[in-house]
């Protein structure tokens, strides 16, 4: 049973819409260049010029993140789940009035107003 590597939207057109892909590998860092031979160009989205995990790219292996693990030289074996999960960034904790006009709010800048 081969290793299930689960892929983020972003990526998916790399791999011909597939959310799940079969791949082989002793270690992560082994089972991305073989994703990378595959699907050309994948690897770059997910790893550096030196080959290291992006910063904003978080990978999985069975729900545990490989950064608290042995980072890209975590095994994994036959049967595992690996995922790859690209951060997101955004959104606001303040919520913006009803009551102040959509227009103000870019007008003024909505960190200005009370509301």
């Given at each position: 049973m081969p290793i299930t590597v689960r892929i983020p939207t972003p990526l998916?057109?790399?791999t011909?819409?597939?959310?799940?892909?079969?791949?082989e590998g002793r270690t992560v860092a082994e089972l991305l260049g073989n994703l990378?031979?595959?699907?050309p160009g994948?690897?770059?989205?997910?790893?550096d010029n030196q080959g290291k995990l992006?910063?904003?790219v978080n990978v999985f292996v069975n729900e545990e993140d490989i950064r608290f693990l042995q980072?890209?030289?975590t095994p994994v074996k036959d049967g595992d789940e690996v995922s790859i999960i690209p951060a997101i960034?955004?959104?606001?904790?303040?919520?913006?009035?009803?009551?102040?006009?959509p227009?103000?709010?870019?007008?003024?800048?909505?960190?200005?107003l009370r509301t």
């Open positions: 998916q057109r790399m011909n819409g597939q959310g799940e892909v079969s791949c990378e031979q595959r699907y994948i690897k770059e989205r997910i790893c992006r910063r904003f980072g890209d030289q960034a955004g959104g606001s904790l303040r919520r913006r009035s009803a009551c102040v006009p227009g103000c709010a870019r007008r003024y800048g909505a960190g200005r």
